[in-house]
Structure formats: structure tokens, C-alpha cells
């Protein structure tokens, strides 16, 4: 069994800081530097990423950053999201990654919930002025030149600086005039910050849907990406000569840690995009000889789609799991790798437990792993939170050194039990060996491409639509979705509001994946309540099969049959 930390047992070296500088002295010791990301055809190397990150940590520390200010990233997957990651944590900053998908309002949210002093973005983003955005959403930024920010909706915001952007704007500055502010800060300064930061330091604050309406913000140790990362390497057997394609986006833990984190520990190369398009995809994964796939089971439905016509040539495509449907594309015949033996989620900043991708495919199969090395996990009642013994099927709760510090502005004793254990909202059971078998949520959240989705946020959005009595979304299963998130709605009296309408009314209000896929239209009466009048989600979930199937309705090509 991997211990997970093989690649880096010393546990004193576990801060991201030390992360790139561990990679950097073992990848680029010698005259040749092997390219750790490659973005628009341009490769960067080791100490490139290592230089750049030292430029911005002095502009940082020459504006006031130091151990726990919250440094927001609003970038998609370019080169720089990783440089501004690992600057800010070489003075010990708390990254806030803010998602690029996000409406206003969860932008908002995330930049004033986790109290971010620092806004480091870029300008476009395809055909999108994101300064514009911010600029719409508050008027102030526009006229403030000050320096200092004073914008009352986001009150501790102090500055603002834009990749893309090369004379200041109002209250925005360009990048260039950030990085010069550091000139005159000595590196020893920046090395004298680093020494301080440990690996029980604050380091991410990463937000996603949960349960409530808005995103949650879950805080994250130095510790927990960089132990991920170096895991990450080993159970997928990363190698220098890899070369490696991510549709993973890296304001989420897994972009952070299975896919920059672990392609840097391991010196593998790591291909860049700041959007997923499949054609564009598919051709760089011929054109840069790519040999390993990060992506989700949607997005590698279409690249196969598109590969299946296009006679383009991936036979250097080894790491996918054999049962992707790119697999028989590559000239993958036998299950020989695979990571699927796994689970985790993003309080544990991904994996708490999995079985090594070389692992024999009877094995990776049959299981969701073992806990890792670090983490433990038990299988408790649902109802009173008693643990049960092997064997017993319940809910998963987990604990660990990348578990959490927990939820921002939470008190703990909110999501942990006495034992201070997590409860996942996920089912299953250990074996006699300890091998977990995951079953499925027992919770109303809905996973869809990787993503969660809160019912709760869908119907607080559709409470200013005058034309429905109730409304309630499930999730539904699906093969490369995951779950497919459709709506249950009961129409209000007299009212005749369609599918097409409410869809457009929530693609104004909600990020593009919480849309959901099919709106089903029931009559009140049809609907199942308990005693105390709350609806009951499983029969509406039964209910939105059965009449897709009754339909042959189709989500993203998959036909659903009675």
C-alpha cells in the first residue's frame, strides 16, 4: 500500500512554498529544465515558475501582505494562477480561488465572506471583460484612484490588481505596477516570510456549493494541497516524461492538487487551457503528445466524439481509465491503470482514501479504496451517529491531516460529531480489511460533472418567478454527468409557465452548471409530503425517472428508457 508521502517524507517541508522548491531542486538541478506548464504554445520552465513567483511575493509583501491575509484569485487556468499561488504562500497569505463560472453574486459573496483584502484577476477571460463586470456590480471602483479601496459591499477589498491591464484604471492596477512595487523589497525578506510559514498554516480558502443557497467557504492548511499533491504523483505514477492535459479547473481542489500539484512533484509537464472546447482539446492532446487525461467523464464523452471522425492520433494517451470511451481511441486494450478507486471530497482536499491507479483491475473495481495513510474513516448511523461495525452499510465520516480546519465563520461543533468526525452526507460500508464501498449520497446535494449543485440555491432563485406554487430539484443519475440535475416544479394557479422560460430565467441567475438540464412540470396532487408538510425528495426523484423514461427523454445524449 502507498504511503502517499514517499515522494516527500519530511514532514517540516510541507508548505507550498517548500512544494516549489523541492520540485525546482529536483526537476531543474541540472543545465536542462524541463517545461512545467506549457499555455499558448509557450513553455515555462521550473525556475521560470519559481522566479515569477518570487517577483510577485516581494510586490506582495512590498503592499502590506503577510501570514493570513486573504489574497482572492479570480484567473482561469493560466500560468499565473500558479505563480500568484505560490507567492502568496511564500509569505503566508490564505488564496482565495474564486470561480470563473460564478455569477455576480457568488463572486460577491466569496469576495466578502472570506474578508479578501487582495483581488488579483485578469482582464478577458474568451469573450468576457471581467473588469467590466466588477466595474457593473460596483460603480466605485471605477473612480477610485486612491490605492486603497474603500467599496462598502466588499469591505476589507483594498486593492485590485489585473493581469491583462497595462495602465491603472480607476481603482484598478495594472500588473506591471504591482510587480514594480517589489523592487525595492529584498529577496532575504521574502526567504525570512517563508521561514515562518508552517505546515499547520492557513493556506486555502476554497468555496463550493453546499447545502445552503451560497457557497461555503471551507479553509484549508499549508499542509493538506501539498501532501495531495505529492500523493497525487505516486498513486498515478507521474514520471517527467509525462505529459500531462487537465480540464480540471484549478479553483477547485482537485485542478489544485491532482492536477498542478501532482504534475509539478512529479516533473511531468502540465498542458494549459484556460476553457475546455473538445476539438480544441483533442488537438492539442495529439499535438503535445499528451500521455495523461484529467478531465470528467462528460468531457471525455465529447473528445471522443469529436476523435471518433477527426482521425487524430492519441496512441500516446496511456493514463485514462480504461472504461473511458477515448480508451479504444488511444489503443487501450486491458485495464492496467485507473483511479476510480478512490473517494473524497473537498473538506478533505480530495482523496481520504484510494487504491495506487497500478493497482490489478479486479481490486480497483471492487472498491473505493482504503483510507490513506493520515486519514481514518468510519461508517456511522445515519440517525444517531453511533459507528457501525464491517459490513454494516450507513453514512461515511472522515477525519484526518488533510481534513479541514473546518468551515469559515462555522463553529465547529456545527459539522463535527463528539469524536470530531466529519459526516459526509455519503453512503456506504467498510469491508472486514477496511476497504471502503461507496453507495451513493443520502443527502439532497447533487453532484453533476464534478461539480455540486444545491437544490436550495436553485429554488431561492426561482422564488421571484410569480408563476410556480413549489418547485424542487433532484438530481438524477446519469453516465458522464454523474447526476443530472433536473426541476420538479408545480405551476401556480392559472399560471402556464414552460420549460424554456424557467431555464432562461435561471441561466440569468445562476452559474451555467446549475442550470438544470430538463424542467418537469407535476400537479400538486402528484407530489408526496410527510407529516410535518415537507416534501419528500425520494418518490420526486422516482417520480422525474419514471416520467423521463415514460418520454425517452435524452441529457447530454443519454437516453432514459422505462
Known amino acids: 500500500m502507498t504511503t502517499g508521502l514517499a515522494m516527500q517524507p519530511d514532514a517540516t517541508r510541507l508548505t507550498l512554498g517548500r512544494l516549489l522548491a523541492d520540485v525546482v531542486a529536483r526537476h531543474a538541478a541540472g543545465p536542462e529544465d524541463r517545461a512545467a506548464l506549457r499555455f499558448e504554445g509557450r513553455d515555462w520552465s521550473h525556475r521560470e ?30 500560468p499565473e494562477w500558479a505563480v500568484a499561488l505560490f507567492a502568496a504562500a511564500r509569505v503566508g497569505a490564505v488564496v482565495v480561488p474564486v470561480n470563473t463560472y460564478a455569477t455576480a453574486e457568488e463572486r460577491d459573496h466569496v469576495l466578502r465572506h472570506s474578508d479578501a483584502a487582495l483581488l488579483l484577476m485578469q482582464r478577458r ?17 471605477r473612480e477610485d484612484s486612491s490605492g486603497t479601496l474603500r467599496c462598502p459591499a466588499l469591505p476589507y477589498l483594498r486593492r485590485v490588481a489585473v493581469l491583462g491591464l497595462e495602465a491603472g484604471e480607476g481603482g484598478f492596477e495594472a500588473w506591471p505596477g504591482l510587480l514594480a512595487r517589489g523592487d525595492d523589497v529584498p529577496a532575504e525578506l521574502v526567504d525570512a516570510m517563508e521561514a515562518e510559514v508552517h505546515p499547520a498554516d492557513d493556506a486555502l480558502l476554497v468555496y463550493t456549493s453546499g447545502t445552503t443557497a451560497l457557497p461555503k467557504g471551507i479553509l484549508h492548511t499549508q499542509r493538506a494541497p501539498v501532501v495531495q499533491s505529492w500523493r497525487f504523483a505516486e498513486l498515478m505514477g507521474l514520471t517527467p516524461e509525462d505529459r500531462v492535459y487537465t480540464a480540471q479547473p484549478f479553483f477547485w481542489t482537485a485542478g489544485t492538487a491532482m492536477s498542478l500539484g501532482a504534475s509539478l512533484a512529479a516533473g ?12 480544441r482539446a483533442l488537438a492539442l492532446l495529439e499535438s503535445e503528445r499528451v500521455t495523461a487525461l484529467h478531465a470528467w467523464p462528460h468531457q471525455e464523452k465529447a473528445l471522443a466524439e469529436q476523435a471518433a471522425g477527426a482521425g487524430r492520433d492519441l496512441s500516446r494517451l ?8 477515448l480508451a479504444p481511441l488511444a489503443g487501450i486494450e486491458k485495464d492496467t491503470w485507473g483511479i476510480h ?13 484510494a487504491l495506487p491507479a497500478s ?27 453511533e459507528p457501525l461495525p464491517p459490513g454494516a452499510s450507513g453514512e461515511i465520516a472522515v477525519k484526518g491531516i488533510t481534513f479541514m480546519r473546518g468551515y469559515a465563520k462555522q463553529e465547529p461543533g456545527s459539522y463535527l460529531d463528539a469524536d470530531g468526525y466529519f459526516r459526509t452526507g455519503d453512503g456506504g460500508h467498510l469491508d472486514a480489511d477496511g476497504t471502503l464501498h461507496w453507495t451513493g449520497r443520502i443527502t439532497n446535494l447533487i453532484k453533476t460533472g464534478g461539480a455540486n449543485v444545491s437544490p436550495e440555491e436553485i429554488e431561492t432563485a426561482l422564488r421571484a418567478h410569480p408563476d410556480l406554487a413549489l418547485s424542487h430539484a433532484v438530481g438524477v443519475p446519469h453516465p458522464t454527468l454523474g447526476e443530472a440535475v433536473v426541476l420538479c416544479a408545480v405551476a401556480a394557479e392559472g399560471a402556464h409557465p414552460t420549460e424554456d422560460e424557467l431555464r432562461a430565467f435561471l441561466r440569468e441567475r445562476l452559474a451555467s452548471y446549475k442550470v438544470p438540464k430538463r424542467v418537469l412540470f407535476f400537479r400538486a396532487g ?10 419528500r425528495i425520494a418518490p420526486l426523484r422516482e417520480a422525474a425517472l419514471g416520467r423521463l423514461g415514460a418520454e425517452g427523454a435524452q441529457i447530454e445524449g443519454f437516453r432514459y428508457e422505462s
Open 125 to 141: 477571460l474568451l469573450d468576457r471583460d471581467l473588469v467590466e463586470e466588477l466595474r457593473a456590480s460596483h460603480p466605485e471602483l
Open 268 to 279: 511531468a509537464t502540465l498542458i494549459l487551457e484556460e476553457t475546455f472546447d473538445a476539438a
Open 318 to 325: 496511456r493514463k485514462i481509465e480504461a472504461t473511458s470511451p
Open 49 to 78: 515558475l519559481d522566479e515569477r513567483s518570487l517577483s510577485l511575493s516581494r510586490a506582495l509583501a512590498a503592499v502590506g501582505v503577510g501570514k493570513g491575509t486573504r489574497v482572492a484569485l479570480w484567473m482561469a487556468n493560466r
Open 341 to 353: 478507486a478512490s473517494y473524497g471530497m473537498s473538506e478533505t482536499f480530495t482523496l481520504a482514501s
Open 359 to 385: 493497482a490489478p483491475s479486479e481490486a480497483r473495481r471492487a472498491c473505493h479504496g482504503r483510507a490513506l495513510p493520515g486519514m481514518r474513516i468510519r461508517i456511522v448511523d445515519p440517525e444517531s451517529g
Open 526 to 535: 402528484e407530489l408526496s409530503f410527510t407529516g410535518s408538510q415537507k416534501l
